[in-house]
């Protein structure tokens, strides 16, 4: 059991431990923005120390100090972590407790898939307490309690960790916060070294030996100095280098990587559908009903910036914009950032079911009424880019919401002239009709200024285009959709007939062929507070360097549509076409077909022989195969064969037996046996085993060693015992077991290869 910790330490243990947690806590900051995160972090510090401390002093088991820690956060967690759900602003209830209990499982998620800042939204502050508490009591214990006490700087390196995991993606105090934890964390290190090698040299000294605790500051003063010093050169050459050389990647963090609950992608695309408000039963009928300050504002429904040639759709995954990325979002969304007047709209859902929310500029907050507003909220998911709401699941009759927005200041239509194109992303548009550059063409043909180009355009469009829904028996036929071809159509006939899902498509075509970022926007636009699918609308919005994103009417005005000038079916007469007469080719040319490049068998050839071919084919392609297969192998074989030629007719007797002896000596190898690489002849022969490898042995040896030189029969009696001991090495084995030996690569290798090629 350790001992219980002295107050100094404990003392300075713990300040350390607030410091460097504070530290670390700072990457917090940029999840929630708020004096709630402040609290959860000084309550998680205090009351994790106050159990640590405890377990310390009781000497507490790690199961009593889990349980004291579960009970501490049961305690603190509503009031600083839930406190809408506290009873007068300190003691937990009921529905606080669950909300709290919710939070340490689905926290996590729900941190990933909300749009930051969250402030004290809901219970999203639980696994911030959870995160500082938990390391509080883990990093203290170990640094009061263990025998290795420098672990517990790993406690607000996790906490740093995690916080950037669970963070924005784009770095905030990028240098200043990692270097303050280093310097930090460093000096507490340090600290343990010297409280360490104190303790040290005090057991050393004598009982007798009279204390010098002014040496032992000194000691650690200058431990202390020389550290800092370090660390200042150390930091300052971080910061030199991370200014010199930033990073030249993106951050990825956890909500990088997780899949969004909502893809606007598999859904319809709101444009698509804008023919189907204007038909019965939804074209009288009350879609929902908004409040007296909603009235006669153009109302979104849904932004739409990508065109594949088809339709308009809500967002893509190929742009930097993140246009098709939808977040859930706090309480409040922050829009200092936007220049206009502060307005308010209340909706109630009649006949309207989608998943796109209807909107007012740019919203700011939204609360949602009635007995389905939990899971209203909970499924309210926000693009920030395009200002699109949706509900995941969708609205349905009977729910109601509250907003607040700004609208923001857009310029007069006088100053549209003045305008030049912004620098926002949008997905480039695929699959264009070159009809509408050339219309287009025709609208800006000396007109000077991007600007003045684009009121041109818009210009050229009201003059020239009628609006007809083709839904009418009284209405001129007017088709559907918005596909390259449609657009192509409208621009192209003898009368521009349309209505605004083909006119803002066009327009906002040709505004981007202008170099401005546009899209288009479907929403509702009424003077009354009951809206209907009459009131559907489109118009689009360009990217200006001067306000941002404006919105424009692309739509022509209503007129009568005049009635088709018939087209002039006057005849030309053409001059009659000879015909010359069919030549008549002789009955006896010689006619060559076609030679084919794989020449087919005679009819007339016996089945027989057909057969028999066929098996051939198979055979022969069996046999490539398997010698492909075999290749390998045979080349061994070969290699050894060759070897043993070499060796058998060498050009002396001495060299032929010294030959033989290495033969046999290569056999051995190759049938398992491993003599070491120092081993003589006659060591060989004792673990090859046998009279007649020992025979062989001396014989070698002798002709080795001999002054005189052997006779030619002395070399052929040698290889005749190779070749005898080569069989007695095979017996006994089985047939794999001798093809092994003679595939086998052991024996190949140094000067068998620098021999195979010898002349």
């Known amino acids: 059991m350790s001992p219980r910790p002295s107050v100094a330490t404990t003392v300075v243990a713990t300040a350390f431990l607030w410091v460097t947690m504070a530290i670390a806590s700072l990457a917090l900051w940029p999840i929630y923005e708020g ?68 939070g340490v499982a689905l926290g996590w998620k729900q941190l990933l898939t909300i749009s930051l800042p969250v402030g004290d939204y809901e219970a999203l502050l639980v696994p911030a307490l959870v995160l500082v508490l938990v390391l509080t009591v883990v990093g203290l214990s170990i640094a009061l309690r263990s025998r290795i006490p420098e672990l517990a700087v790993l406690s607000p390196v996790v906490l740093y960790l995690v916080a950037l995991a669970l963070g924005p993606d784009e770095p905030v105090r990028a240098i200043v916060t990692p270097i303050a934890l280093l310097v930090s964390v460093l000096l507490w290190l340090v600290w343990f070294r010297w409280r360490r090698r104190r303790a040290a040299i005090r057991l050393l000294l004598s009982p007798t030996a009279e204390p010098r605790p002014g040496r032992d500051s000194a000691a650690g003063l200058r431990t202390a100095i020389g550290a800092v010093l370090i660390l200042a050169l150390s930091a300052g050459a971080a910061v030199v280098a991370a200014n010199a ?52 504002e153009r109302i979104r429904l849904a932004t739409m910036d990508t065109y594949d ?42 006949d309207y079911a989608g998943v796109w929310m209807p909107t007012l500029g740019a919203l700011e907050s939204v609360q ?4 389905t507003a939990t899971d209203r909220r909970n499924a309210f998911y926000f693009n920030a880019t395009t200002g699109t709401a949706a ?30 194109p912004g620098t926002a992303d949008v997905p480039a548009a695929q699959s264009v009709p070159e009809e509408l550059q050339a219309t287009l063409d025709g609208y800006v043909t000396g007109v000077e200024g991007a600007g003045a180009r684009l009121v041109a355009m818009l210009q050229g469009l009201a003059a020239e285009g009628y609006i007809s829904h083709g839904v009418g028996e ?11 071809d449609r657009i192509a159509e409208l621009v192209s006939g003898p009368r521009m007939i349309g209505d605004g899902e083909q006119y803002a498509v066009a327009a906002a075509l040709m505004a981007r062929e202008l170099g401005f970022p546009s899209r288009v926007v479907v929403g509702f636009e009424s003077d009354d507070a009951e809206i209907t699918g009459s009131d559907v609308v489109a118009w689009i919005e360009v990217n200006t360097a001067q306000y941002g994103w404006v919105a424009v009417d692309p739509n022509p005005p209503f007129r009568e549509i005049p009635e088709e000038l018939p087209e002039e079916n006057s005849q030309v007469a053409r001059p009659p076409t000879i015909v010359p007469p069919p030549v008549v080719e002789s009955e006896n040319l010689d006619r060559q077909s076609t030679p084919d490049s794989e020449q087919e068998l005679p009819p007339d050839l016996n089945p027989v022989l057909q057969v028999l071919l066929a098996v051939l084919r198979v055979i022969g392609w069996s046999l490539v195969v398997i010698a492909i297969l075999l290749a390998p192998f045979l080349v061994i074989v070969a290699a050894k064969l060759r070897r043993r030629r070499l060796r058998r007719r060498a050009p002396t007797a001495l060299e032929r037996i010294h030959g033989g002896w290495q033969e046999f000596e290569d056999s051995v190898v190759d049938h398992g046996l491993s003599p070491s690489a120092t081993a003589t002849r006659s060591e060989v022969a004792s673990i090859a085993g046998g009279v007649q490898a020992a025979v062989l042995a001396a014989v070698a040896d002798r002709a080795m060693f001999s002054p005189d030189d052997p006779a030619p029969s002395d070399a052929d009696s040698v290889w005749r015992a190779v070749d005898e001991l080569r069989g007695s090495l095979d017996a006994g084995r089985t047939r794999w077991q001798r093809v092994k030996a003679r595939i086998s690569l052991r024996s190949l290798g140094g000067y068998s290869v620098s021999k195979l090629f010898r002349r």
């Open 35 to 102: 004096t709630g995160i402040l609290i959860v972090i000084a309550v998680g510090l205090v009351a994790g120390s106050a159990v640590a401390i405890a377990g310390a002093a009781w000497r507490w088991p790690a199961w009593a100090v889990m349980i004291a820690t579960t009970v501490v956060f049961g305690i603190v967690g509503v009031p600083a972590a839930v406190p809408s759900e506290a009873q007068w602003g300190v003691l937990p209830t009921v529905q606080g407790l669950q909300d709290l209990v919710a």
């Open 245 to 296: 050389v930033p990073p030249v990647q993106d951050r990825t963090v956890l909500r990088s990587a997780v899949e969004q609950p909502f893809d606007p992608r598999a859904y319809v695309s709101p444009l698509a559908g804008f023919r189907g408000y204007w038909r019965e039963p939804t074209l009288d009928a009350v879609l929902f009903t908004v409040s007296q300050s909603g009235v006669g």
């Open 309 to 350: 040639g088809v339709v308009f759709s809500v967002g893509s995954a190929e742009v930097s914009s993140e246009s098709g990325s939808f977040t859930r979002v706090p309480s409040t969304v922050d829009q200092s950032g936007v220049d206009g007047d502060p307005v308010e709209l209340a909706v109630s859902v009649g």
């Open 368 to 371: 949602f009424d009635g007995a």
């Open 391 to 420: 509900i995941l699941g969708g609205l349905h009759p009977g729910d109601s919401y509250r907003i607040s927005a700004i609208e923001p200041v857009e310029p007069a239509e006088s100053q549209l002239e003045s305008v030049s």
């Open 474 to 484: 009284d209405e001129p036929p007017s088709r559907s959709g918005h596909a390259a």
